[in-house]
């Protein structure tokens, strides 16, 4: 059986809730096995989220931790509230 293909948007929503699990922030190989996307691509998506002000990266002394920003809650909102309007279920 085949899996359907993912939106960015639902990969984002996967992500940023792997982040949000982890307390509001989270490292790369966390972030990319919870939401089961390759590394070097889950590296763009952190890359696009911080972009978009979803994400801020903080650099420590051994790697980089992506913080939600108040502006990544509303984005969980917002797919949340769409999800469930045009759920099929």
Do not use: C, W
């Not at 992500?15 to 919870?34: E, F, K, P, Q």
């Not at 989220?49 to 502006?71: F, N, W």
């Amino acid at each position: 059986m085949r899996k359907t293909k993912r939106s960015k948007l639902d990969i984002y929503n996967t992500m940023l809730n792997a982040i949000d699990s982890y307390g509001g922030t989270g490292r790369v190989t966390h972030i990319s096995y919870a939401s089961n996307t390759p590394l070097d691509r889950t590296k763009k998506y952190l890359e696009t989220l911080t972009k978009s002000g979803l994400l801020e990266a903080q650099t420590s002394g051994d790697g980089v931790d992506y913080v939600m920003t108040p502006r990544a809650y509303e984005f969980l909102r917002a797919y949340a509230l769409v999800n469930s309007l045009v759920d099929d279920d």
